[in-house]
C-alpha cells in the first residue's frame, strides 16, 4: 500500500487535475460529499467545484494552501476498487478529515496498472479550524500500519537482515540499498539511524556495518552489461523518473540518485538479482545518464561541437577532435561520426576542412624550412592551403644527419648506382624544375640537394651495354652439324613422322586408331 500526500494548492488545482482524467476516459468520480445543492441538478463543472471548495475555505482567512490532495495505490489489484476506497475512508478519519460536513472528491484512475484512487478535500473542517497537520507524513505511515496491522519495527528489522547479505564497500552503498527499500539512512557519532514515515525506526553502531563491507569487488562483465542496458533505456525514456522505473521493473534495479532533485551529480545502482551495489561512474557518467535527448539530437549536438571546434582552431585536426570526443564515446573517420553503434556523415565542408588538416599535419611533420619545400610538399599531399603550414625556423636533428648520411653515399666512389643506396635508405629523388629533392616518407625528412651542393651527375643513370648477338647456326656447332645431317639421312621420313606423332599430346587418338581415320 502506498499513500501520498501530494502539494497543497490555493486555487485547488487537483480538481482541474482529476476532471481533465475524467474528460480522457482514463477516470471517474466515485464519490461527491457535502457539496450543499451542487450537482442537484445536473453533473457539475470543474470551476463550479473548485468555487465551492474556495467559498468553504474562506471561513478561515489564515490557510493560504487549503487543497488536501491525497493519493491510494496498491500493489497491482491486490485490493478491489471498493476495498482501497474503504481504506481509504478509514485512513481520512483518522487522518482528521472524517467529520460531518467535510467536503470530499474521490475519484478512481485507470490509466495505470494498479488500483488507483484520489481525494481532494480541504484542511479546514467544517467548525472552520484548521486540521491538525504537524508530523503529517509520520502520522500517515502510523495510520497506514494501524490500518494493515503492520508490525513496523519487525519489519525495518527483516529489511535490515535483507541489505546486510548485499555486496557493498562503503556506508554510502549501504545508505543506497536501504533508500531503495524506502529507507532514509544517515549516521551521527558512530550510530546508523534508521528512519521511516518520518520517524526513527532502528538504530545500530556504525562498526556493525563497517564489518560487512567487502573491498575491491568488481564485476567487469556485468559492468559491461548494465552500461548496455542503462543506453538503451536511456534513450527510450523522457526523464530520469521513468528510467528508474523502467529498470526497476524489468530487471529489478535500483537507481539512487545524489544531489538535489534536478541537479543530481552521481548516483549508484542497486542490482537486487545479484544483491551487488555498484558505483555507476564505472558504469557510465550520470551527465551520460541523464541525457534523455534522441539520437539524431546527439548528433547535431556533436556536429555543433565540431564546427565550433573548427571555428577557434581552423587547423584541428581528425586526432585532436578524437581526443574532444571521447568522453563521450564517440569519434569521427573519413569525414562521418560513430556514436552508440550509430554512424552519421558530416556536413562536407566539415569533412572537407577537417581532411585538409590531417593534410597539412602531414606536411608539418617534415618542418619545411621554406616556401619552396612547403609548395612542393603541399603538391605532393593534396594541400590547396599552403598558407596554413607553418614553417619551422631550423631544421630539426634528423634532418642534419640525414644530410650527413647522403654526402657518405655519394662520396663514396664504390657505390656504382647511388639512386639504388638512397632508396636503400628510404629516399626517393624528385626533381621539381630547376631543383632536386631527396624525400623519405617514412622519416618526413626532406632534402634539396641541389641547394646542398650534392654532385648530381652520380644521379644519372649510365647507360646499358648491348650484348652482340650469336649467330644462329654457327659454323663450329656440332649438334647443328648432327641434326643437318639427320635431316639429309636415309630414313629422315620415318623419323619426321615419329616426331609428329609425338607432338600429338594425346595418346588415346592414336591408341583408338581415331588419327587414321584422320
Given at each position: 500500500m502506498i499513500v501520498t500526500i501530494l502539494p497543497g494548492s490555493s486555487n485547488f488545482h487537483a480538481v482541474g487535475y482529476n476532471e481533465r482524467k475524467v474528460a480522457k476516459g482514463v477516470a471517474r468520480m466515485l464519490e461527491m460529499q457535502n457539496f450543499g445543492t451542487l450537482g442537484t441538478f445536473g453533473k457539475p463543472t470543474p470551476e463550479?467545484?473548485?468555487?465551492?471548495?474556495?467559498?468553504?475555505?474562506?471561513?478561515?482567512?489564515?490557510i493560504q494552501k487549503a487543497q488536501f490532495h491525497v493519493a491510494f495505490s496498491?500493489?497491482?489489484?491486490?485490493?478491489?476498487?471498493?476495498?482501497?476506497?474503504?481504506?481509504?475512508?478509514?485512513?481520512?478519519?483518522?487522518?482528521?478529515?472524517?467529520?460531518?460536513?467535510?467536503?470530499?472528491?474521490?475519484?478512481?484512475?485507470?490509466?495505470?496498472?494498479?488500483?488507483?484512487?484520489?481525494?481532494?478535500?480541504?484542511?479546514?473542517?467544517?467548525d472552520g479550524k484548521k486540521i491538525q497537520h504537524d508530523h503529517e507524513r509520520r502520522r500517515s505511515q502510523e495510520v497506514i500500519d494501524r490500518i494493515l496491522g503492520n508490525d513496523r519495527k519487525q519489519k525495518v528489522e527483516q529489511d535490515l537482515d535483507v541489505a546486510k547479505q548485499y555486496t557493498f564497500s562503503s556506508f554510502a552503498q549501504f545508505k543506497a540499498i536501504m533508500t531503495?527499500?524506502?529507507?532514509?539512512?544517515?549516521?551521527?557519532?558512530?550510530?546508523?539511524?534508521?528512519?521511516?514515515?518520518?520517524k526513527v525506526q532502528e538504530k545500530l553502531p556504525l562498526s556493525d556495518i563497517e564489518a560487512l563491507y567487502k573491498k575491491g569487488y568488481y564485476n567487469r562483465a556485468r559492468n559491461r552489461q548494465l552500461r548496455s542496458i542503462l543506453k538503451k533505456y536511456r534513450d527510450i525514456s523522457s526523464n530520469k523518473e521513468e528510467l528508474q522505473k523502467e529498470l526497476k521493473t524489468k530487471f529489478g534495479i535500483d537507481i539512487v540518485f545524489f544531489g538535489k532533485k534536478d541537479a543530481a551529480y552521481g548516483y549508484i545502482l542497486v542490482d537486487h538479482a545479484n544483491k551487488t551495489v555498484i558505483h555507476g561512474a564505472r558504469v557510465l557518467a550520470v551527465e551520460e545518464l541523464l541525457d534523455f535527448a534522441t539520437p539524431e539530437q546527439?548528433?547535431?549536438?556533436?556536429?555543433?561541437?565540431?564546427?565550433?571546434?573548427?571555428?577557434?582552431?581552423?587547423?584541428?585536426?581528425?586526432g585532436e577532435i578524437f581526443q574532444k570526443l571521447k568522453k563521450?564515446?564517440?569519434?569521427?573517420?573519413?569525414?562521418?561520426?560513430?556514436?552508440?553503434?550509430?554512424?552519421?556523415?558530416?556536413?562536407?565542408?566539415?569533412?572537407?576542412?577537417?581532411?585538409?588538416?590531417?593534410?597539412?599535419?602531414?606536411?608539418?611533420?617534415?618542418?619545411?624550412?621554406?616556401?619552396?619545400?612547403?609548395?612542393?610538399?603541399?603538391?605532393?599531399?593534396?594541400?590547396?592551403?599552403?598558407d596554413f603550414v607553418a614553417l619551422s625556423s631550423e631544421w630539426p636533428q634528423s634532418h642534419s644527419d640525414a644530410i650527413n648520411r647522403l654526402r657518405e653515399i655519394f662520396n663514396d666512389e664504390t657505390i656504382t648506382s647511388v639512386r639504388s643506396s638512397l632508396?636503400?635508405?628510404?629516399?626517393?629523388?624528385?626533381?621539381?624544375?630547376?631543383?632536386?629533392?631527396?624525400?623519405?616518407?617514412?622519416?618526413?625528412?626532406?632534402?634539396?640537394?641541389?641547394?646542398?651542393?650534392?654532385?648530381?651527375?652520380?644521379?644519372?643513370?649510365?647507360?646499358?651495354k648491348q650484348q652482340q648477338p650469336h649467330p644462329k647456326h654457327p659454323a663450329n656447332n656440332p649438334l647443328f652439324r648432327h641434326n643437318k645431317m639427320r635431316d639429309h639421312g636415309e630414313g629422315s621420313h620415318d623419323e619426321k613422322r615419329e616426331w609428329e606423332v609425338g607432338q600429338k599430346g594425346n595418346y588415346d587418338d592414336i591408341d583408338d586408331g581415331r588419327t587414321l581415320k584422320r
Open positions: 463550479e467545484l473548485v468555487t465551492y471548495f474556495q467559498e468553504y475555505t474562506s471561513r478561515n482567512t489564515r496498491c500493489k497491482g489489484h491486490e485490493m478491489t476498487e471498493a476495498e482501497l476506497l474503504d481504506f481509504a475512508h478509514r485512513y481520512l478519519s483518522e487522518m482528521g478529515y472524517g467529520e460531518e460536513g467535510q467536503p470530499l472528491l474521490v475519484y478512481s484512475h485507470y490509466d495505470t496498472d494498479n488500483t488507483h484512487l484520489h481525494i481532494v478535500t480541504s484542511r479546514i473542517a467544517p531503495s527499500m524506502g529507507y532514509e539512512v544517515y549516521q551521527k557519532d558512530g550510530t546508523v539511524f534508521v528512519k521511516h514515515g518520518g546527439r548528433f547535431d549536438r556533436m556536429e555543433d561541437f565540431i564546427d565550433r571546434l573548427l571555428t577557434l582552431n581552423p587547423k584541428i585536426t581528425q563521450h564515446h564517440a569519434y569521427i573517420k573519413k569525414g562521418v561520426i560513430y556514436f552508440n553503434g550509430e554512424s552519421r556523415p558530416l556536413k562536407p565542408f566539415m569533412a572537407e576542412a577537417i581532411d585538409r588538416n590531417n593534410r597539412i599535419e602531414l606536411v608539418e611533420k617534415y618542418q619545411p624550412t621554406t616556401e619552396v619545400e612547403c609548395d612542393l610538399l603541399c603538391k605532393i599531399y593534396k594541400v590547396n592551403r599552403p632508396r636503400e635508405e628510404g629516399f626517393i629523388i624528385r626533381q621539381e624544375e630547376d631543383a632536386t629533392y631527396a624525400i623519405n616518407f617514412k622519416k618526413h625528412i626532406i632534402i634539396n640537394l641541389s641547394e646542398e651542393g650534392f654532385n648530381l651527375e652520380r644521379l644519372k643513370r649510365k647507360p646499358i
